[in-house]
């Protein structure tokens, strides 16, 4: 069974701070893990993934995220929060031969200016 | 080139109609799934397509829900005698070979459904 936690629904920050979104993952087989970002009334965009290569992934919009399989974490970040990042986050994972994603609950990050 | 498209954007239907949901996957793609985004939770699977084989059902709600992909391109999610707990927004992706793995699953921007 594969699942993943993103905690805090809701995740404010300062313009020009470091963005930090959590997501723990549980999977009984070695897992792939994707961040997708989805602005207001557009569809779901792959930010970054990781398919067991490196452990830090970089993706888009300067965003990166590492894998801690120790942690069993993938928490995404960014060095300094811009107000366009405002947006809703959601954490997924599958695993090979997987047929789909399995997705977090999302978190919203807003960005104070 | 073109995304992944759906339509309607947004459907609004009184309880006990039934809808039809579309979906147009990026070109080439074998590949296309349907999930559910309701208020205040995450994506939930319904249905996935790949090529001609059977398609992975094990998402779907109840037998009130149902899809179609034909000539493996454009998909039709139909809802039957919806109720007031279907309102969300239903998402269609779509990706090259199989997703799930490391394959991109790319998606279109939503149907909002709204059942009074």
């Known amino acids: 069974a594969q699942s993943v936690t993103q905690l805090g629904s809701h995740v404010s920050v300062s313009e020009g701070a470091l963005v930090l979104l959590r997501c723990n993952y549980s999977s009984s087989v070695p897992p792939y893990l994707f961040w997708y970002v989805q602005y207001p009334n557009q569809g779901l965009q792959l930010l970054l993934k990781y398919t067991s290569a490196a452990t830090l992934v970089k993706g888009i919009n300067g965003f990166e995220a590492e894998f801690k399989k120790s942690e069993t974490s993938f928490h995404l970040t960014k060095p300094s929060a811009h107000m366009s990042d405002a947006a809703e986050y959601f954490c997924?994972?599958?695993?090979?031969?997987?047929?789909?994603?399995?997705f977090g609950t999302g978190t919203r990050l807003t960005v104070i200016p | 080139g073109a995304g992944v498209s759906q339509s309607p954007s947004n459907k609004v239907t009184e309880k006990g109609k039934d809808v039809e949901l579309r979906c147009d996957p990026i070109?080439?793609?074998?590949?296309l799934y349907w999930y559910r985004q309701s208020l205040g939770q995450g994506l939930e699977f319904l249905i996935y397509f790949q090529g001609n084989s059977a398609p992975d059902k094990s998402g779907l709600p109840s037998d009130r829900f149902s899809a179609e992909r034909t000539g493996g391109s454009v998909s039709t999610l139909t809802i039957q005698r919806t109720q007031q707990e279907d309102s969300a927004v239903y998402l269609c992706a779509s990706s090259l070979i199989q997703g799930g793995g490391t394959d991109t699953q790319y998606f279109g921007p939503g149907t909002r459904l709204t059942v009074l």
């Open positions: 997924a994972v599958s695993g090979a031969g997987a047929n789909n994603l399995f």
């Open positions: 070109s080439g793609h074998t590949a």
